[in-house]
């Protein structure tokens, strides 16, 4: 059984930094797809960051070179550092697990298999 556990959210001034965490079970990172997703009430659930076989990664636009993904093979968990976070940033946070080492061309959210419960980050000016 698959659990990816959320972890790091809050509140922060815009401009700070914060870390998310996810912390994986039931699944090697090493050896899948993982992501990070963001939701807010108004938009759909859409990729932020994903992480794969070589530890290629795949940053959306509007947050490259504000946002890292990085995982920790030994820990089992996968990273999302968030630097210089604007108010457009505030979303409920998901970690996903995809079906296979590589990530999908179509990184929509109904092509990655497994789901975390979320951590809030809430950005204010």
């Known amino acids: 059984q698959v659990q990816l556990v959320e972890s790091g959210g809050g509140s922060v001034q815009s401009g700070e930094s914060l870390t998310l965490s996810c912390s994986a079970s039931?699944?090697?990172?090493?050896?899948?797809?993982m992501a990070w997703f963001r939701e807010t009430p108004e938009t759909e659930r859409v990729v932020v960051a994903t992480?794969?076989?070589?530890?290629?990664?795949y940053l959306s636009d509007d947050v490259k070179g504000r946002f890292t993904i990085s995982r920790d093979n030994a820990k089992n968990t996968i990273d999302l550092q968030m630097n210089n976070v604007q108010s457009d940033d505030t979303a409920s946070y998901y970690c996903?697990?995809?079906?296979?080492?590589?990530?999908?061309?179509?990184?929509?959210?109904?092509?990655?298999?497994?789901w975390g419960q979320g951590t809030q980050v809430t950005v204010s000016s």
């Open positions: 039931g699944i090697t990172v090493r050896n899948t797809c």
């Open positions: 996903a697990a995809g079906w296979y080492e590589k990530c999908p061309h179509n990184k929509a959210h109904y092509n990655f298999r497994d």
């Open positions: 992480i794969e076989l070589r530890d290629k990664t």
